[in-house]
């Protein structure tokens, strides 16, 4: 149950894209289409954005969105605001148990 | 309204147990896998258990198992996580969290707010 590989941090401006990866292997990531993206403010609770690798849940933006390629996630942001700056942190199935990615901070500058 | 309210985060010494608890209201219960996720200070998330709707399956992280016990009682609507054996690297926001699903142990749809264990060495 390694943790999955994300970048640590990532600054954009306000009204650029940005792709945040995520990085398993075949027994996680690879094996399933359960890969899922949360945002976190800080000293909130987390909050779902992306699950089964590309589904948004009612109430998200659509400049949310996710793919998957092999072992790898990617969470893709267009139009960033002011209110996207947070910590994302993908998630996958892995058979039995769940996996973190150690979690990317955005800042929106 | 889904509500996820955790109780029972204390201070307790290592080598010590302690249960967690959290009142779920507003939907169908026993319609929904539950979990546990931590969160140390400052760190990031981790998955620690999962519990299915009917609570025939139980899952465990490598970091807990042997000595972290999930369980829920669907005729009162309550997850529990008893902890024995704790750690300092325990310490953590536990948070209570239902599945989007009722079998699987993820995607997490809706946290509680969290209760804060402290593991003292």
């Known amino acids: 149950q390694s943790a999955l590989t994300q970048p640590r941090s990532v600054s954009k401006s306000p009204g650029q894209s940005v792709t945040i990866s995520c990085t398993g292997t075949?027994?996680?990531?690879?094996?399933?289409?359960?890969v899922s993206w949360y945002q976190q403010h800080p000293g909130k609770a987390p909050r779902l954005m992306i699950y089964d690798v590309n589904k948004r849940p009612s109430g998200v933006p659509d400049r949310f969105s996710g793919s998957k390629s092999g072992n790898t996630a990617s969470l893709s942001i267009s139009g960033l605001q002011a209110e996207d700056e947070a910590d994302y942190y993908c998630?996958?199935?892995?058979?039995?148990?769940?996996?973190f990615g150690g979690g990317t901070k955005l800042t929106v500058l | 309204e889904v509500q996820l309210l955790e109780s029972g985060g204390d201070l307790v010494q290592a080598g010590g147990s302690l249960g967690v608890s959290c009142a779920a209201s507003?939907?169908?219960?026993?319609?929904?896998?539950m979990n546990w996720v931590r969160q140390a200070p400052g760190k990031g998330l981790e998955w620690v258990s999962g519990i299915s709707a009917t609570g025939g399956q139980t899952y465990y992280a490598d970091s807990v198992k042997g000595r972290f016990t999930i369980s829920r009682d669907n005729s009162k609507n309550r997850l529990s996580l008893h902890m024995n054996s704790l750690r300092a690297e325990d310490t953590a926001i536990y948070y209570c969290v239902r599945d989007k699903r009722m079998t699987t142990i993820t995607p997490f749809e809706y946290w509680g707010q969290g209760t804060l264990v402290t593991v003292s060495s």
């Open positions: 998630c996958s199935y892995a058979g039995r148990s769940v996996v």
């Open positions: 507003g939907f169908n219960f026993n319609g929904y896998a």
């Open positions: 075949s027994s996680d990531v690879g094996g399933y289409d359960y």
